[in-house]
């Protein structure tokens, strides 16, 4: 194992922040990268990498590992310091109010213009000049603040990629993730060794997310020179939804660790063999396919309905009540689907997101992620 150091721009005089990342495995053509927390406030997946690194060590040290795999446990030292009289405010940067997981860059139209006259008739090749320039690309960046540099030293790391994994949790939720439709025949053993309750599937979600902006430029060049050239199939992006914020156990983390593991030597990135796999718990549903549920009113809100549960158009999932005037406003579902996902918090404001359903119906578009 090696462990690399890479010192971010400080924002203020006195302070200096790093993301620290531990590489595994020899140098293959092979790339596996995965980080924890880019939300800061979302644990569950740090505790799942303190316990990949160790596995990664074990079987690096038995000579298993069958790719280079980068592991970043603490992706976001930003947010990690965003503290307000016990509050931890993970999700935003508070100079900005940016959320950490949205506006990451789009390169692939600067590497096209790059590599046009560059690109050969090989594909172990033509792989090896798309990594070297998207390396270049960020090495050369200057970043302006220290969002910028955090985001910078993230995808140069993460864009060389075959397989990007990142983790995450929800508020109150089951275990789901996030994937590209060309990404989920490769990713489906992640899915299905995690216990996956709901794969969302979105070719573009809207807010440059970090697992699309990983894959863009490779999508990118191979739609402009596909047809020209042997180009590699490119980095397969997948955010895994760890349940929710208080799901941290260290029983839960090893399992999910286990189950990571299990995924990744089933793709063939470490050797052995995992066992009988488990079968998909559902199949993949389309992200504009979700319904989101807002409270219209402020008030106490008290949820109907389990997580899990399949809800019906028309059935009502949550109710806010107002103390005072005893008022009742039922949420009603208008399209229904498996209720995956719900806000944390008891009491709302009005236009509050409360409850996310995972159905085909929707038909959103647009900005389909949470914002």
Same mark, same amino acid.
């Given at each position: ?8 721009l400080s ?11 531990f590489?595994?495995?020899?140098d ?5 990268y995965?980080?924890a927390?880019?939300?800061?406030d979302? $644990?569950?997946? =740090? +505790?799942v990498a303190?316990? *990949?690194?160790?596995k !990664?060590?074990?079987?690096?040290? @038995? ?11 603490v ?26 997981n949205r ?7 600067k590497l ?8 050969t ?13 998207i390396?270049?690309y ?7 603040t ?7 030293? $993230?995808?140069? =790391? +993460?864009s060389?990629?075959? *397989?990007?994994?990142d !983790?995450?949790?929800?508020?109150? @939720?089951l275990p789901?993730?996030y994937?590209t439709?060309?990404?989920w025949?490769?990713?489906e053993p ?5 216990g ?9 979600s809207?807010?440059e ?8 430029p490779w ?12 180009m590699?199939?490119g980095?397969?992006p997948v ?13 839960q983390?090893e ?8 995924a ?5 990135y470490i ?10 718990r559902?199949p993949?549903?389309?992200l504009a ?5 807002h ?7 008290l ?9 019906k ?14 008022h ?13 996902a719900?806000n ?8 509050m997101?409360a ?10 578009s ?6």
């Open positions: 194992m090696q462990q690399q150091h890479h010192p971010l924002a203020s005089l006195g302070t200096q922040r790093e993301i620290v990342s590489h595994f495995g020899t293959s053509q092979k790339r596996v995965i980080q927390a880019l939300h800061g979302e $644990l569950p997946g =740090m +505790a303190w316990y *990949l690194k160790q !990664l060590l074990a079987l690096e040290s @038995a000579g298993k590992l069958k790719a280079k795999i980068t592991l970043v446990p992706a976001n030292p930003l947010a990690l310091g965003q503290h307000w009289h016990g509050t931890h405010l993970g999700r935003f940067h508070t100079l900005s109010g940016q959320d950490f506006r990451f860059p789009a390169l692939g139209e096209a213009a790059e590599l046009a006259g560059s690109l008739q090989s594909e172990y090749e033509n792989r090896r000049l798309i990594r070297d320039a390396d270049l960020y090495r050369d960046q200057i970043a302006r220290e969002l910028e540099s955090q985001r910078y030293t $993230l995808m140069r =790391m +993460a060389q990629a075959d *397989l990007m994994i !983790l995450h949790c929800d508020w109150d @939720a789901h993730l994937t439709p060309h990404a025949s490769e990713v992640l899915a299905r060794w995690l996956s309750e709901v794969q969302l599937l979105a070719q573009i809207g807010g997310p970090f697992d699309e902006a990983c894959c863009e999508l990118t060049l191979a739609k402009r020179f596909g047809d020209d050239y042997p590699p199939r980095l397969l955010t895994l939804e760890l349940r929710g914020v208080a799901d941290v156990s260290a029983e983390a399992k999910d660790a286990d189950a990571i593991i299990n990744l030597t089933e793709s063939g050797s052995g063999d995992p066992g009988v796999s488990p079968a998909l559902h993949p549903t389309p396919g979700c319904e989101y549920i409270a219209p009113y402020s008030g106490l809100l949820n109907r309905r389990k997580l899990g549960e399949w809800i158009p028309g059935e009502v999932v949550a109710e806010v009540i107002d103390p005072v005037s005893d009742i406003t039922p949420l009603v579902a208008e399209y229904g689907g498996v209720l995956y719900r944390l918090t008891k009491f709302v404001t009005s236009g997101l409850v996310r359903l995972a159905g085909e119906s929707a038909g959103r647009g900005e389909l992620l949470v914002m």
